[in-house]
């Protein structure tokens, strides 16, 4: 009882919250993009699946997050393989799936990739949640779990948003791209050199936003033109 009326738990617990409030617009539209393509009901399923283990995975992080932001080219790997997921969201959407295994398959590889991709994305963010929790576990996973409802909600709404205006898919793919392109420059080993919010980390985050679009595109056309040929 004393650590819920402690006027310090509850100051740590609303600073996590309003932490993941701030940063869940990136995750929420790569979770959108992955599950777009499923039926609404395999939709529901890695949405919510691929929020909590996306969730329990960040409590993970956060507790070495010191320990695995110190490590050399790290990020490096991380914004790379950050910029193949979004080309693969983007041209992956246009798939059809068939029934029985490739439907489980296909939503197994959505929460798979929500998954990794979220792994990616936290990597700097989780040391602001740890420096809120302060060591405390009960703080740092009760406001990880009040952000799940988050997460969730405003990935539901961004399918809907991408079924109805395709162009927010496209924008979505450039968004992990942009965010790729920072991960990359932000390594320990780079940042030296590319220090942040300097030009040249800004003209990396672009560039990996047009990568990720350009290639995506790309590889949509030829998949247009087999079936066309076809």
Known sequence: MELLSSQAFWIGLA?????NIILSGDNAVVIALAARSLEPRQQKLAIFWGTAAAVVLRVVLTVVAVKLMALPWLQLVGGILL????????????DEEDEGENKQSGLMAAIRTILVADLVMSLDNVIGVAAAANGDMVLLVLG????????????TLM???MTRYPVIVTLGAALIG??????IVSDKMLEPI????SVGFYAAAALGAVLVVATGKYLQ??????????
């Open 159 to 161: 399918i809907k948003v």
């Open 194 to 197: 590319v220090p942040h919010h």
């Open 144 to 155: 990880l779990a009040i952000a799940i409802p988050i997460v969730i909600f405003g990935s």
């Open 83 to 94: 910029l193949w997921i979004g080309v693969q969201l983007l041209n992956d959407g246009d």
């Open 221 to 230: 056309s030829r998949k247009t033109s087999k079936v066309a040929a076809a």
């Open 178 to 183: 942009w965010v790729g392109g920072e991960t």
């Open 15 to 19: 600073q996590i919250i309003w932490i």
